[in-house]
């Protein structure tokens, strides 16, 4: 990749909170205030420093209107001077955030970005921001030059997943092992403690009073293959349940991406270097399958194959997704999201992007591996791809 070089100093999440759980009091901005505070406490930058924060969020009405992502900044303990911006890639939200942060630094224009997210699935339900405006008889998101195009078509993750799993063979059973997968893996993590240098601790009100939340609240600890094929179907004759698709949740990350200058003027030590950013778009309609084809793309342009990358963050929207990128890639199933994913750690939307960085950087690390790739399926059929090399 040409240009200068773009550096991932620290990446941070909080833990997950299910819907109306562990951190449904917290407001969203103040949720992604703390990690922005947290990613400037554990590095040691000057927080005046930071030329840009780039905030990623699916959801943007209610609490998360009126840019979440200045609100966030006004909630932490930055500068006024600190600038930000909210961007919307879907379910990529902060990958893209993370994206254009290291374009920006490897651009020249600046030297010390934080890309970061935030979802309170919680506080702003997914789907409000069109559904209270639709009931209020404001309009509806698809234009009639859209319906010209696509007639009669209602663009839905949930039917994409369906027909994923379709066109790429998988059963419900299939779907619902590599659930049951991801809750053991998770579980696992957690209990060796190896999300613990990723996590920042949010404080919450208990019955028993004031506790630090730092373990993800959707992980079924004692989850079993028939407790999750137990459960009820989304649509009759389809594969997909809530037990093999991703959680709603409530979480919040960062990452903060410098220059060489930025290394060498603030005296700070690099976990990866960005190899390659990829972004590809494909079918609105099976909309999921995006990764795939963004995966060949990015690898031709890294120069790697699939057996060069040491471990995958494929996101877990629905089982479905990372079983097909599986097949397709040819990829080793024991490096794909090796510490579980968001059927079992939960997917708060415009924070997974960042989420999913933090977590392979920290497992790239453990493992005393060399190249990461992540990706995200994005509604719309679009897709990220960022590939890292460990430093």
């Known amino acids: 990749m040409t240009g200068s070089t773009a550096y991932i100093v620290d990446a941070?999440?909080?833990?997950?909170?299910?819907?109306?759980?562990?951190?449904?009091?917290?407001?969203?901005?103040?949720?992604?205030?703390?990690?922005?505070?947290?990613?400037?406490?554990?590095t040691g930058i000057d927080p005046a420093a930071?030329?840009?924060?780039?905030?990623?969020?699916?959801?943007?009405?209610?609490?998360?209107?009126?840019?979440?992502?200045?609100?966030?900044?006004?909630?932490?303990?930055?500068?006024?001077?600190?600038?930000?911006?909210?961007?919307?890639?879907?379910?990529?939200s902060s990958q893209q955030a993370m994206q254009f942060a290291a374009q920006a630094v490897m651009s020249g224009t600046q030297d010390v970005v934080v890309?970061?997210?935030?979802?309170?699935?919680?506080?702003?339900?997914?789907?409000?921001?069109?559904?209270?405006?639709?009931?209020s008889d404001l309009g509806l998101p698809k234009s009639p030059r859209q319906e010209e195009r696509y007639p009669n078509i209602q663009f839905s993750q949930f039917m994409g997943a369906e027909m994923i799993a379709e066109k790429h063979g998988f059963s419900k059973d299939d779907l619902d092992r590599f659930a049951l997968e991801s809750h053991k893996r998770a579980a696992a993590a957690t209990e060796?403690?190896?999300?613990?240098?990723?996590?920042?601790?949010?404080?919450?009100?208990?019955?028993?009073?004031a506790r630090?939340?730092?373990?993800?609240?959707?992980?079924?600890?004692?989850?079993?293959?028939?407790?999750?094929?137990?459960?009820?179907?989304?649509?009759?004759?389809?594969?997909?349940?809530?037990?093999?698709?991703?959680?709603?949740?409530?979480?919040?990350s960062a990452v903060l991406i410098v220059s060489e200058r930025?290394?060498?003027?603030?005296?700070?030590?690099?976990?990866?270097?960005?190899?390659?950013?990829?972004?590809?778009?494909?079918?609105?309609?099976?909309?999921?399958?995006?990764?795939?084809?963004?995966?060949?793309r990015a690898l031709k342009k890294a120069a790697l194959s699939i057996d060069e990358i040491d471990l995958y963050e494929v996101n877990e929207a629905f089982a479905s997704v990372p079983l097909a990128w599986l097949k397709h890639t040819g990829a080793d199933?024991?490096?794909?999201?090796?510490?579980?994913g968001?059927?079992?750690?939960?997917?708060?939307l415009g924070a997974s992007g960042t989420k999913l960085m933090a977590t392979l950087l920290n497992a790239l690390d453990s493992k005393s591996k060399k190249y990461g790739l992540q990706t995200m399926c994005e509604g719309g059929g679009i897709a990220n791809v960022t590939i890292v090399e460990r430093l």
Do not use: Y
């Open 212 to 252: 630090m939340h730092t373990v993800d609240e959707g992980i079924r600890f004692d989850a079993t293959l028939e407790g999750i094929q137990s459960v009820k179907l989304l649509a009759e004759g389809g594969v997909i349940t809530a037990a093999n698709a991703s959680q709603i949740c409530d979480g919040s």
């Open 115 to 135: 890309a970061a997210g935030v979802e309170s699935m919680t506080r702003v339900p997914m789907g409000s921001t069109a559904t209270l405006f639709a009931k």
């Open 12 to 42: 941070v999440r909080t833990a997950g909170g299910k819907r109306g759980g562990k951190l449904a009091a917290w407001h969203p901005a103040d949720m992604a205030g703390a990690v922005l505070d947290a990613v400037v406490e554990r």
């Open 262 to 296: 930025a290394l060498k003027e603030h005296g700070l030590t690099p976990m990866a270097r960005i190899h390659d950013l990829t972004v590809t778009a494909g079918d609105p309609v099976i909309m999921l399958e995006e990764p795939l084809f963004a995966t060949d």
């Open 333 to 340: 199933p024991e490096r794909i999201n090796v510490n579980g």
């Open 192 to 209: 060796r403690g190896d999300f613990a240098n990723e996590i920042v601790p949010l404080e919450i009100e208990t019955p028993d009073g």
């Open 50 to 92: 930071i030329e840009d924060v780039i905030m990623g969020c699916v959801s943007q009405g209610g609490e998360q209107s009126m840019h979440v992502g200045r609100n966030s900044v006004l909630a932490s303990k930055l500068p006024e001077s600190v600038p930000a911006v909210t961007i919307d890639r879907q379910c990529g």
């Open 342 to 348: 968001a059927i079992a750690l939960g997917h708060p």
